[in-house]
Nanobody
Framework: QVQLVESGGGSVQAGGSLRLSCAAS????????MGWFRQAPGKERAGVAA???????IYADSVKGRFTVSKDNAKNTIYLQMNSLKPEDTAMYYC???????????????????WGQGTQVTVSS
């Protein structure tokens, strides 16, 4: 099993920034993929950004140029730097891990097997 704990959510005004963190523990697979997803009330959960074992990344079109996903292997932690936040970014943000060998970054939800509890991000106008 892999345990994931998110932190860094909060409330900000439009145009502001937040940095989310996700610490992984347990049966960590070195050549894994990890990503960020978000879900607003009444809407489907959607992929935001992800990275693979090599640090290559993939982003949803809605966040390209504004969000950056990165990792610190020594800390078993990934981050999501969110800049130029918009009200439509308001959602519960979830960290996820595939939990097995993963060679290419993916934001396809069904490929992820482990999930954090979520952290709320609210952007006001």
């Amino acid at each position: 099993q892999v345990q994931l704990v998110e932190s860094g959510g909060g409330s900000v005004q439009a145009g502001g920034s937040l940095r989310l963190s996700c610490a992984a523990s347990g049966d960590i697979v070195r050549n894994d993929c990890m990503g960020w997803f978000r879900q607003a009330p009444g809407k489907e959960r959607a992929g935001v950004a992800a990275l693979d074992r090599d640090g290559d990344t993939i982003y949803a079109d809605s966040v390209k140029g504004r969000f950056t996903v990165s990792k610190d292997n020594a800390k078993n932690t990934i981050y999501l730097q969110m800049n130029s936040l918009k009200p439509e970014d308001t959602a519960m943000y979830y960290c996820a891990a595939v939990g097995r060998l993963c060679l290419v970054a993916t934001i396809i939800e069904s490929q992820y097997n482990y999930w954090g509890q979520g952290t709320q991000v609210t952007v006001s106008s």
